[in-house]
């Protein structure tokens, strides 16, 4: 089971999460996330069969759920950092602070095109982008056991992942 953990020299919090190192690409040879083509990719148009079902997405009318025409979208990750359920519990032990790993972890795809990057992207794509972050945290706000939201920002090009441009949240 995940749990957070509160650094008491920093005063940050920390997920420790061990079911995260079964994700497959982790033991290839090459290292993490090493596809370099849209083929490969689960994050690129026409691959959406290889992640999970899609929560929302900004879509071209007409356009039918976890199938091409999407502009950003927003998945379950497939490899959860948190537990979706489950009972949150706290404890101190001496001056540590610990909290069950539960909350919801989810993947949005800033781009359906692989490589592309937010340099690249027009001021219309950046606010859909934004809104779709700053909505889901909204929608978070009150949930029992949701007192923590924790944003981060992938790149294509960063260390471990060659794909798609996205934000785990």
């Known amino acids: 089971m995940p749990e957070l953990r509160k650094d008491p020299i920093s005063d940050r919090w920390v997920i420790i999460s061990t079911e995260r190192g079964k994700r497959p690409h982790d033991f290839k040879e090459g290292g993490a996330g090493t596809i370099t083509s849209a083929k490969g990719c689960p994050f690129c148009s ?15 009318k007409g356009t039918e759920p976890n199938k091409p025409g999407w502009s950003v979208r927003i998945v379950e990750n497939k490899f959860p950092a948190l537990q979706s359920e489950g009972e949150v519990h706290r404890c101190g032990t001496g001056i540590f602070d610990e909290i069950t790993g539960i909350g919801r972890h989810e993947v949005i795809i800033e781009t359906p095109k692989h490589g592309e990057n937010l340099a690249e992207m027009d001021v219309a794509h950046i606010e859909k982008i934004l809104w779709h972050t ?31 441009t996205h934000i785990h949240r």
């Open 46 to 60: 026409g691959n959406e069969d290889k992640t999970p079902p899609e929560i929302s997405a900004v879509r071209e």
């Open 134 to 164: 700053s909505t889901g945290l909204r929608s978070w706000s009150g949930t029992t056991g949701c007192d923590i939201f924790w944003s981060s920002r992938i790149t294509g090009n960063s260390p471990g992942h060659r794909w798609n």
